[in-house]
C-alpha cells in the first residue's frame, strides 16, 4: 500500500538556525514528489516538484532533494514568516495523490 | 488571474443534512480534485473531475458524491451528513496535458456537523 510519512510532526527553530524535515515515501511507482506550504486558514501553496532520485530544487531559503526512499527540505536561516505547515505528497502509478500528515514548523525571532 | 475559488467559506448543519459545496477552478484548468482535511488523517483524497467525468476515487462511503460541469466548475455533496464529516474541504485545479501535476488548491469550506 502506498504510505507517506512525514518527520518530526512539530519542529521549533530560532530564527537563523537551519535544518531540515523528512518525507519518507513507499510507492508503486513514483511519478512525482510534492512540496507544498499551508499557513492556518488557507489551501495549501506549491513550493516544488521532484521527479527522481538525486534531483534537487531550491527557492530562496528552502532546498528540496530526493532519493528513492525519501525527500529532504533543506530551510537555511529561516525567518518567523517561514513558520508554517509543510505538507509531503507523492503521485503514484494509481493516479492518486497521497498526502502525508504534514510537519509544523515555527521559527521564533 | 483568479485563483481556485470555494464557495461556501463556513457551514454549519446538523447531523443527518446534506450539504453542498462549490468550486471553480482557475481559468483554462479542466482537471478538479477535492481533498478532506481534518487533524487526526491529514489530508485525504476525495474524487477528481476531468471533462465532467470522474477519472479517480478515494476511500470514502457513497455519501460522497461530486460533478463537474461543462465550464470546469465542480461541486461536492455530502448526504445524510455524520459528526465525523466536520473538516476543512479543499479543492484544488490543475493545467493537464504538460506533464506538470502540481496542484493548485483553493482556501477551503469548513464544514462543521453538529
Known amino acids: 500500500e502506498d504510505q507517506v510519512t512525514q518527520s518530526p510532526e512539530a519542529l521549533r527553530l530560532q530564527e537563523g538556525e537551519s535544518s531540515s524535515l523528512n518525507c519518507s515515501y513507499t510507492?508503486?511507482?513514483?511519478?512525482?514528489l510534492f512540496w507544498y506550504r499551508q499557513d492556518p486558514g488557507k489551501g495549501p501553496e506549491f513550493l516544488f516538484t521532484?521527479?527522481?532520485a538525486g534531483e534537487e530544487k531550491e527557492k530562496e531559503r528552502l532546498k528540496a532533494t530526493l532519493t528513492k526512499k525519501e525527500s529532504f527540505l533543506h530551510i537555511t536561516a529561516p525567518k518567523p514568516e517561514d513558520s508554517a505547515t509543510y505538507l509531503c505528497?507523492?503521485?503514484?502509478?494509481?493516479?492518486?495523490?497521497?498526502f502525508g500528515q504534514g510537519t509544523t514548523l515555527q521559527v521564533k525571532p | 488571474k483568479a485563483g481556485v475559488t470555494q464557495t461556501p467559506r463556513y457551514l454549519i448543519k446538523t447531523r443527518g443534512q446534506q450539504v453542498t459545496l462549490s468550486c471553480s477552478p482557475i481559468s483554462g484548468h479542466r482537471s478538479v480534485s477535492w481533498y478532506q482535511q481534518t487533524p487526526g488523517q491529514g489530508l485525504q483524497f476525495l474524487f477528481e473531475?476531468?471533462?465532467?467525468?470522474?477519472?479517480n476515487k478515494g476511500n470514502f462511503p457513497g455519501r460522497f458524491s461530486g460533478r463537474q460541469f461543462s465550464n470546469s466548475r465542480s461541486e461536492m455533496n455530502v448526504s445524510t451528513l455524520e459528526l465525523g464529516d466536520s473538516a476543512l474541504y479543499l479543492c484544488?485545479?490543475?493545467?493537464?496535458?504538460?506533464?506538470?501535476?502540481?496542484?493548485?488548491f483553493g482556501s477551503g469550506t469548513q464544514l462543521s456537523v453538529l
Open positions: 521532484l521527479y527522481s
Open positions: 473531475y476531468f471533462s465532467e467525468t470522474q477519472r
Open positions: 510507492v508503486s511507482g513514483l511519478r512525482g
Open positions: 505528497a507523492v503521485h503514484s502509478n494509481t493516479g492518486k495523490l497521497i
Open positions: 484544488a485545479s490543475r493545467l493537464t496535458g504538460t506533464g506538470d501535476e502540481k496542484l493548485f
